[in-house]
Every structure is written in structure tokens, then in C-alpha cells.
């Protein structure tokens, strides 16, 4: 009786939260593709300079291929909803890598100071965001990737855009070469 009870408050929690960051966040925890890591891998250069981070991990299929891919880089795996970040959490203890950090975070409140490469999939709105963070506290030579979403037009950053078109989705890879002169805060 406890047991089934306590089992219907936890599925009511999952369903509760996923429902909120859901409305909050603009999108669900919906995992890139199998196509879009065979795109990346196509496409990722052998070396990146700086961190590498990852606005809205999801259940962090990208952040550990990408922690896997480059082991002397530091990944971040950025989520700010409770479900898919226990996920994460849970997985980073079974599957550890050294050079993976996972935070509980929305990405508004978190710096990208010596970040090489980021790769996003958010909706039209965590694009923004994602932007507004680039300008505020990003101060080198940094690639974009953003799954789907474009993002919008920057009056301060300076970049090159290259589109890689597929069947089923885009790829858009920003190459920032200018950046904001604002204070950074770290992580
Ligand atoms: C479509 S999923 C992508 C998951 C993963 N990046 C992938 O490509 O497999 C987008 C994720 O971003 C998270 N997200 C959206 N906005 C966010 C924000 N402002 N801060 C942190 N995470 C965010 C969502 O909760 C969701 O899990």
C-alpha cells in the first residue's frame, strides 16, 4: 500500500517537473540523433582550443560522446531540468569521465569564459538566451553548433555561418571571431 502510494508521488513528480521545465524551457529532453552525431563527426575538427560546453545536455548522449572525443578538453554538460539532470547524474557515476562536468543550471546564469565549442539544440527562445550569455562572458575564438535552431542576428559578435543541410535537419555552425569586451564570471 506505502510502496504503491509512494511509487504514484514519484511517476506525479516526474510528470510535474517534466510538464514545467517543458512550458519553462520551450522544449523537451529530446535527444539528438543518430545522423546528427554521424553529422558532427563528420564535421568537428580533430582539436579544439578551450572548453567545450553543452547548452541543454538532455540525458547527455552528446556531452559524453563529445568528453569521449576529446579527453584532454573539458566538457560541460548544462541542464537545468531535474529529470533528465538525475539521469545525467546517475549516468556520469556509472559511465565516469574524468574530463566531464555536469551542472544543474539554466544556461542565462552560466559563463562560457575560455569556451572553444558549444553545441545547443534549444528552442528559438534558449537560442536567444544562449546568445545574450556568448556576448556577455565568451572572450575567445568560439564554434557554435546548434542543432535546428538558427540564432539570431548579433549586433556585437561578429561571425561566419555555415549551414549543413540534411534530410531530416540542419546543422548550423557559427564561427565567432569577435567578442564582448563585459566582465566574465566564472562557472
Ligand atoms: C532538445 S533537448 C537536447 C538534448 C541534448 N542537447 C541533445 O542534443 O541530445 C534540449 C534540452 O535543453 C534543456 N534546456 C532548455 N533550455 C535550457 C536552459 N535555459 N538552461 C538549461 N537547459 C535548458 C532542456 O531541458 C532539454 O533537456
Redesign the pocket.
Known amino acids: 500500500m506505502y510502496l504503491s502510494i509512494f511509487i504514484i508521488l514519484i511517476c506525479l513528480a516526474i510528470i510535474i517537473s517534466t510538464l514545467f521545465?517543458y512550458l519553462k524551457?520551450g522544449?523537451?529532453?529530446?535527444?539528438?540523433t543518430i545522423a546528427v552525431f554521424k553529422a558532427l563527426q563528420a564535421h568537428l575538427p580533430n582539436q579544439i582550443n578551450g572548453h567545450i560546453l553543452?547548452?541543454?545536455?538532455?540525458?547527455g548522449?552528446?556531452a559524453f560522446w563529445l568528453a569521449k572525443k576529446y579527453p584532454y578538453n573539458t566538457v560541460y554538460a548544462?541542464?537545468?531540468?531535474w529529470v533528465?539532470f538525475i539521469i545525467l547524474w546517475c549516468r556520469k557515476k556509472i559511465q565516469y569521465r574524468s574530463n566531464l562536468q555536469i551542472k544543474c543550471?539554466?544556461?542565462?546564469t552560466i559563463s562560457f569564459r575560455n569556451t572553444g565549442l558549444v553545441?545547443?539544440?534549444?528552442c528559438q527562445k534558449?537560442m536567444k538566451?544562449l546568445q545574450k550569455q556568448l556576448e556577455k562572458t565568451n572572450h575567445l575564438p568560439c564554434c557554435l553548433i546548434s542543432?535546428y535552431f538558427q540564432l539570431p542576428k548579433s549586433q556585437i559578435y561578429d561571425y561566419t555561418l555555415q549551414i549543413k543541410k540534411y534530410t531530416t535537419f540542419s546543422l548550423y555552425f557559427y564561427y565567432f571571431i569577435v567578442y564582448s569586451l563585459e566582465s566574465y564570471h566564472l562557472i
Open positions: 521545465f524551457n522544449i523537451a529532453s529530446t535527444p539528438s553543452e547548452a541543454g545536455a538532455g540525458f548522449g552528446i548544462i541542464e537545468n531540468a533528465p543550471k539554466n544556461i542565462n553545441y545547443a539544440f534549444l534558449g538566451t542543432n
